[in-house]
Nanobody, 121 residues
């Protein structure tokens, strides 16, 4: 059974940092393109970062470029999203997703349950 579990969400002040983790069981991220999405209240879910299967190539939405970094551990069972210079606009539920396709635009075969990030002034 495949399971993705996000952790690391919480509250931060504007300008602060958080690091999200996504732990996989039943699959290895070395076989999947993995992405982080956010969904703000009342808005669509959007992809903010993705990482290729080999862990080398990353893509970022313009809104987070230079502030967020996606990475993966060597074992291939954890993916991280380092979020710096947070703003209130980053407040959302964050999801990780794994996609068996190689495209950097992830549709997602598997999804986590999400973790809440709240950024206050």
């Amino acid at each position: 059974q495949v399971q993705l579990v996000e952790s690391g969400g919480g509250s931060a002040q504007a300008g602060g940092s958080l690091r999200l983790s996504c732990t996989a069981s039943g699959i290895s991220f070395t076989d999947f393109t993995v992405a982080w999405f956010l969904q703000a209240p009342g808005k669509e879910r959007i992809q903010v970062a993705s990482l290729s299967r080999n862990g080398v190539t990353a893509y970022y939405a313009d809104s987070v470029k230079g502030r967020f970094t996606i990475s993966r551990n060597d074992a291939g069972d954890k993916v991280y999203l380092q979020m710096n210079s947070l703003t209130p606009e980053d407040t959302a539920v964050y999801y990780c997703a794994a996609d068996s396709r190689s495209s950097y635009q992830v549709i997602g075969n598997y999804w986590g349950q999400g973790t809440q990030v709240t950024v206050s002034i």
